[in-house]
DNA sequence: CCGTATCCTTTAGGATACTG
DNA sequence: CAGTATCCTAAAGGATACGG
């Protein structure tokens, strides 16, 4: 459930969000709750198997909280938790830098 | 030279610094320029190879300037350009994130 | 000291098929 | 619909040796 966190918080930070598709979930999720498959429209070209992977780890990090609906079929929503949110400014940091460094290196 | 930029300001700036010690390499260098063997050891365990190869792609992302002194045995010094130095921000936000986890997560 | 070349290992991620 | 299981691939990264 707890993995051991490195010494520098920067590198605590990278073991949480580096895997490829973090960062998306994240972008996605902070507009609001998401059913699995809407998320994985949202995401991109991301397999079935990984985004599971990568929502069970958040999960497991505190960061999601996975709420199933026991109806048939199935009905499976994601959202962040509390702390989940707290990465907020990360992302919307990625955000601005994006798009300031795309405005500077257009044609 | 100039890379393909993502529709998503997001995802552009993971494809300046998701590979795996580029934040590290930002973490560092923002305390200002350093040798390469300099690097090495505060970035970690990271091969030559490797820091190399981030440091090249980094150059021409624009985000880190290399300055050779051609002395024997010879002297290479890496900084931030300033669009590298704009990248504080989201390093700093990722140190405070990762502190505050840490705190939460001790015990 | 800094870097390149070569080869090899690892692992995240993809494809596909199948289930409650 | 939302998974799990299995197998496979590809690309990043590591180890080592050598060169300017």
Redesign the interface.
Known sequence: M?RE?PA???????L?I?D?WK??IL?DLLNGTMRFSELRRSVGNVSQKVLTANLRQMERD?LVHREVYPEVPPRVEYSLTE?GR??Q???E??????????A??AA
């Open positions: 707890e966190l520098c918080p920067v590198e605590t930070t990278l949480m580096s490829k960062v998306l972008r505190g702390t707290t990465l400014p990360i992302i940091a990625m955000k601005d830098w994006g798009t300031q460094y795309k500077e290196h």
